[in-house]
């Protein structure tokens, strides 16, 4: 049986198990009581806030047989309408039939019975994408229908919709769900599908979801299929392109002490890794809110981010008018964002002026005046040619390398991964990919490897190594098995730079003096890191991932 997404199988089938919009669920429940029933409406708000799952509620509590305003789901209607071949429950996307013909071919449909069911109801998604003529079309069958059709209107855009369409509907605002409701859901789910998580990671979910259920539900489906059968709030910074709250809070620590060397390696790292700079922003000026509330009420309560000593070790270098003005400094950077097509120099100027008290050999206004508003092309730490000799390094401790993996990358005939080599380039295809995916998952090799990561640092003013570790400390193990590691890079010269046939040794040679493993390296872009893993998803639901006793990456390749 093909896996079915979280969203579809969490979707609420009653009127109970509505998180939110409580105000539409007792409107609704009402009328249905009473038997004032509208013979048209519509459903406006965000997306994935509940509008199509509320119609097919209405539809459901239509034509449930235990009667009207009932969601037994165990009858013929309900159990129907639940797997969505319901003959009398038709669902139509606006966005592809927005046609006058076929509004039309709705039109001579309507006036036929019902097949199965006491009401034809008709789910219009998406109504605002129907063409002027099609919306005409529709507008005397919408006033008058058969007195056993009830059309239900869904749109994201309401202001697009005619106003002759809006006057002819009853009108129901959703609007985005409370963290709390999104919370409470998530940890529900969690628990029935058996799954580990703690607090930070929902958190983060919750957030990343922005009010609503259905993204929440599909980033919780993502991140798991990444993860396995735990929640881990990492793998969610990695696959969203997030810091982590410690991170964000060390940024803000280097801005209020004017740190502006350390506060530009941070951005500048921000930018090699692919982060979300505009979430970032954001979620900077929550820091700061959320210091500037527990300085004026010395409560945790209402902080969203920070937890008590978190809170505490801010405010000791701020005060509220430093934290005010740094927070007025954000949201002119935030405003500017909408001008500019990249925004990350945007930002670095945002970071040099917070920082206009530091002590440096220029003022940071005439350093502004200097940073152009176009990114500064990438100088690659590997635009030279790298040699190392094979000899003891002095201040690194030299792991001795096992000759059978050191001498087979570089030559003609990698050992592993075929075809990989593409010119200049190592190349690997999708499907080598998924199947170091699949050893991946159960070797701890990876998480080794993100935890020390940061060990690269010490090679960076190597003679010798240096500018290889340069290059590779801006990058993140994305896989890992005994004999593949995959990285994935922000920029995609870097990943380009990495995967240069004349460059595998020096890199080899870093890892191996760096982890004590001599692994042939592949690195991929943000992008098609993030295209590799919806891929992998789609195989993971459709339950055609490899089986690992069926993988072997180690033959000859051309």
């Not at 219009?124 to 063409?131: G, L, P, R, S, Y």
């Not at 530091?358 to 040619?385: M, S």
């Amino acid at each position: 049986m093909a896996y079915k997404a979280l969203y579809r199988t969490y979707r609420p089938k009653t009127f109970d198990e509505v998180s939110g919009q409580d105000h539409i669920v007792r409107t609704i429940r009402n009328a249905l009581e009473s038997g004032k029933l509208a013979h048209a409406y519509l459903f406006a708000g965000p997306r994935g806030t509940g509008k199509t799952t509320m119609a097919k509620l209405l539809a459901k509590a239509l034509n449930c047989d235990e009667g009207v305003g009932h969601q037994c789901n165990h009858c013929k209607n309900c159990i129907a309408i639940n797997e969505g071949n319901h003959p009398d429950v038709i669902e139509i996307d606006a966005a592809s039939n927005n046609g006058v013909d076929d509004v039309r071919d709705l039109i001579d449909k309507v006036k036929y019975g019902t097949i199965l069911g006491r009401y034809k109801v008709y789910i219009i998604d998406e109504v605002h994408m129907m063409t002027p003529s099609a919306f005409n079309a529709l507008l005397k069958t919408l006033e008058e229908p058969p007195a056993n059709v009830v059309f239900i209107l869904a749109t994201t855009e309401p202001h697009k919709v005619l106003p002759t369409i809006l006057s002819r509907c009853q009108r129901y605002d959703f609007t985005k769900l409370n963290n709390k409701d999104i919370e409470k859901r998530l940890k529900e789910v969690l628990e029935q599908e058996g799954i580990a998580y703690n607090q930070e990671s929902v958190d983060l979910i919750v957030s990343l979801a922005d009010g609503g259920m259905r993204d929440a539900l599909s980033i919780l489906d993502q991140v798991l299929a990444y993860s396995g059968n735990r929640l881990v709030t990492e793998d969610i910074i990695k696959i969203f392109a997030l810091e982590t709250t410690e991170e964000k809070i060390n940024l803000i620590k280097d801005l209020a002490k004017s740190d502006l060397g350390s506060a530009l390696d941070r951005t500048h790292r921000y930018f090699d890794r692919g982060t979300d700079i505009k979430r970032l922003t954001d979620d900077l000026l929550t820091i700061l809110k959320d210091t500037l509330i527990y300085q004026r009420t010395s409560s945790t309560d209402l902080l969203q981010i920070l937890n008590i000593d978190q809170a505490k070790d801010i405010s000791r270098l701020m005060d509220e008018n430093k934290i005010m003005g740094m927070i007025d400094s954000l949201l002119e950077t935030t405003a500017n964002f909408k001008n500019v097509s990249s925004i990350n120099s945007i930002f670095e100027i945002g970071i040099l002026k917070l920082c206009k008290n530091h002590a440096n050999d220029k003022k940071v206004e005439e350093i502004i005046e200097e940073t152009e508003i176009e990114e500064e092309p990438y100088e690659d730490p590997l635009k030279d040619e790298i040699v190392v000799e094979k000899k003891p390094v002095e201040t690194v401790p030299k792991i001795e390398v096992n000759e059978a993996v050191s001498t087979e990358i570089v030559s003609e005939k990698p050992k592993i991964l075929v075809n990989c080599v593409d010119g200049e380039s190592y190349k690997i295809d999708e499907n080598r990919l998924v199947d170091i995916a699949v050893l991946s998952k159960t070797n701890k090799l990876k998480s080794q490897l993100i935890n020390d990561w940061s060990k690269l640092n010490s090679l960076m003013t190597h003679p010798e190594l240096g500018k290889t570790a340069s290059l590779l400390v801006s990058a993140h193990p994305l896989l890992a098995t005994d004999d593949v590691l995959v990285l994935e890079f922000g920029l995609k010269a870097s990943a380009e730079r990495a995967n240069l046939i004349e460059n595998q040794q020096a890199i080899q040679d870093v890892i191996n003096n760096t982890f004590g493993k001599r692994l042939f390296v592949y690195s991929l872009t943000r992008n098609e890191s993030l295209e590799f893993q919806k891929e992998y998803i789609n195989l993971q639901q459709l339950s055609k991932l490899p089986k690992p006793k069926d993988i072997n990456l180690e033959f000859e390749g051309e």
